[in-house]
C-alpha cells in the first residue's frame, strides 16, 4: 500500500503546478517505486498547484 509519505518523498523537489505527466515522469526519475508510480498514472489528468492535491488525487 502506497503511503502519502511515498508520494511526497517521490515527488520532492518537483515544481508546481505540476500536469499529471510531469508528476508521473518525476517520480519515476526520482526513485518513486513501482507502486508509487502505478498510484500517480491513475490521477486524473490535470495541473496540480501542489502537494496536497497530488494526494488528495490519489487517495480520495
Same mark, same amino acid.
Given at each position: 500500500m502506497v503511503s502519502p509519505i511515498d508520494i511526497q518523498k517521490a515527488l520532492s523537489g518537483i515544481d508546481y503546478p505540476a500536469s499529471k505527466d510531469d508528476i508521473v515522469k518525476h517520480a519515476e526519475q526520482?526513485? !518513486?517505486? !513501482?507502486?508509487v508510480v502505478e498510484a500517480l498514472k491513475?490521477?486524473?489528468?490535470?495541473?496540480?498547484? !501542489?502537494?496536497? !492535491?497530488?494526494?488528495s488525487a490519489v487517495f480520495d
Open positions: 526520482h526513485g !518513486g517505486d !513501482g507502486e491513475k490521477i486524473e489528468d490535470r495541473e496540480y498547484e !501542489g502537494p496536497s !492535491g497530488v494526494s
